[in-house]
């Protein structure tokens, strides 16, 4: 009888919620599963799953009777995913593994797969990798991962470009895969509007930020533009959103010193169903960003259609195309020309909306899956 393939993924950050890599396992996994054989070297041979978790996602969720739930309760960078999960990956004796992260055991050596969706601390360390052994061991475990790996995907052409350049990997062992917005975003209807808006106190017209607050996200610079924009639209708003983070008080002190404090709303982690509002109720969603391995924000926002301003930086130019208006990501006042340009322009809203509404016609979760299944094939041949 002829022997099935046997295709692991570490899953250990699956989310079925907005968050970027928990929601790449919850799409890329729901369309793999459905997968029962596969055609290699031209035999057709059955596919034998297994899915590694920790807790609680792997109480969470249930997955078809063909594929295998393994607990491994191992933390991204802790000792528990060099041992234990090393020993969890050789007991299953899996044919390819797929990393969906570069976090994996230094001494696995078995075929596999990984997903570099950034290289984001090679840039931008920030605050929290201020340590000589956090900066040790991001470059052990992200330089073991690609040297290692039988194939790389890429989540866009830039992120490959800076694998390239930064660890000196040839372009022909890595794949860029676009990944896609959530099936679940969607545009919104004024009672939706209006819910939101009463809810988180907010005037007509306002700007959006949806993420983190990290270094990178370049928030002071998008404060300082705000107010500059302001001076010609007074009754404008900006909306924050995401977890203030002590090591980046320089959001906050930034509203508080421009006099902000009225203007600015940080309304903090919000459920899935606000941020969709919220999306569709903002004016413009701005994505200041400084450095990005895909940038999926101004992807959502133009599901909901809300007109998009972003950096001409990076993955953004790539991800967004002509959909977009382009700003300086470095310069408050370049960013604060761009977004007033739109601003004072409902006939410029309508046409970024309607281009964007064309634009996201390029990103499927199907393609993706498809395209990741072609690259487990041929690293399986």
Known sequence: MT??????????????????????????????????????????????W?????????????????????????????????????????????????FTHFNLPLL????FVVTIHDTTISFYPGKKMNTWYRKLGY?????????????????????????????GIAKAKMTPIHIAPSPEFAPVDPAERARVQTKFELPEQFLLYTGNWREHKNLPRLIRAFAMVRETHPELGLVITGKPDP????????????????AVK???????????????????????????????????????????????????PEVCGEAVEYFDPKSPKD???????????????????????????DFSWDRCADDTLSVYLSALS
């Open 3 to 48: 022997k099935s393939f046997r295709i692991g993924i570490d899953a250990r950050m699956f989310s079925d919620a907005f968050t970027g890599i928990g929601r790449y396992n919850f799409e890329l996994t729901k369309r793999l599963f459905e997968q029962q054989e596969l055609v290699v070297s031209g035999e057709q041979r059955a596919v034998e």
């Open 247 to 262: 090591y980046y008080p320089e959001v906050l002190q930034t509203i508080e010193k421009l006099a902000l404090t009225e």
């Open 50 to 98: 297994v899915i590694f978790l920790n807790d609680p996602q792997f109480e969470q969720f249930d997955f078809p009777p063909h594929v295998k739930k393994v607990r491994v309760n191992a933390g991204h960078y802790s000792l528990a995913e060099q041992w234990k999960f090393l020993k969890i990956l050789y007991k299953e004796k899996c044919d390819l593994v797929h």
């Open 266 to 316: 940080t309304v903090g982690l919000v459920d899935f169903n606000d941020l969709k509002a919220l999306f569709g109720a903002a004016t413009l969603y701005v994505f200041p960003t400084l450095y990005e391995g895909f940038g999926l924000p101004p992807l959502e926002a133009m599901v909901c259609e809300t007109p998009v301003v972003a950096s001409r930086i990076a993955s953004v």
């Open 108 to 111: 696995y050596r078995k075929p």
């Open 139 to 167: 470059q052990l475990v992200i330089r073991n991962a690609v040297k290692s790996a039988r194939h790389i995907i890429t989540v866009s052409k830039n992120t490959k470009s800076d694998v390239v350049r930064l660890f």
């Open 335 to 361: 960013m604060a020309r761009v977004m007033d340009q739109v601003l004072g322009s409902e006939a410029h809203q309508q046409g970024l909306v309607t281009a964007g509404k064309e634009r996201i016609k």
